[in-house]
């Protein structure tokens, strides 16, 4: 794994620990971004790299979590939250894209253990989104009478059900069903069933 091809993103109004963090990440091979500021963590244009958000939870302007909620709209590297102080309970039971706390100061092992349970969870939420831009970009190859039939295909509707929902004939659906598979590029009915879901399409029931 080269060094440059993972990130971490700190943002802390301590430049001492800005600094101390910084050193650290790079000595242990990631690529180390840190800002005074959450505006600042905003404004960079981040690299299309897995990575690792560790903020501060007692920012200046804004606090931690608050900014955290700002961010859960968007997409943004999960979350190592990090502070000086004792975490309640209430506190880490938060959700959003958040991996979990860290104590100042900051123990080696324990920043490892964090920064690589964020970015292996990173990686796994790019891959969602790159299947679902690619199932996205598919469904839009559909034409417009063919998106009407994917829904009645995958609900299992008999072919003579689903033409009569739709007002075609059964050799219609049948074609449309074909050039279906092959624009969602889907090896069997389960698979398309499977890319349906995933696509949040809605399952159909007949009103006949």
Same mark, same amino acid.
């Given at each position: ?40 963590? /905003? &404004?960079?244009?981040? %690299?299309?790299?897995?990575?690792? +958000?560790? =903020?501060? *939870? ?80 598919? /469904? &839009?190859?559909?034409? %417009?009478?063919?998106?009407?039939? +994917?829904? =009645?295909? *995958? ?54």
């Amino acid at each position: 794994m080269s060094p440059r091809e993972e990130m971490v993103f700190v943002v802390d109004d301590d430049a001492r620990v800005r600094e101390a963090l910084g050193e650290l990440l790079e000595s242990l091979g990631w690529r180390a971004e840190t800002f005074a500021v959450a505006a600042d963590y /905003l &404004a960079y244009a981040r %690299p299309d790299l897995p990575a690792c +958000l560790i =903020l501060d *939870v007692e920012l200046p302007g804004i606090n931690g979590l608050e900014f955290q909620k700002q961010l859960s709209g968007d997409v943004h590297p999960p979350i190592v939250f990090l502070t000086g102080h004792d975490i309640p309970s209430s506190v880490l039971a938060i959700e959003g894209g958040v991996v979990g706390f860290l104590r100042k100061p900051v123990g080696e092992n324990d920043l490892v253990a964090a920064v690589r349970a964020a970015i292996d969870q990173d990686r796994v939420q790019r891959s969602v989104r790159a299947e679902l831009t690619e199932l996205e970009r598919r /469904l &839009a190859a559909l034409t %417009p009478q063919e998106r009407e039939v +994917l829904p =009645l295909v *995958v609900s299992g509707l008999p072919d003579k059900q689903a033409a009569a929902e739709l007002g075609i004939s059964e050799i219609m659906i049948e074609m449309h069903r074909s050039k279906i598979m092959q624009k969602m590029q889907a090896t069997s009915l389960a698979d398309l069933v499977q890319i349906a879901e995933k696509l949040q399409i809605p399952v159909i029931r007949s009103r006949r």
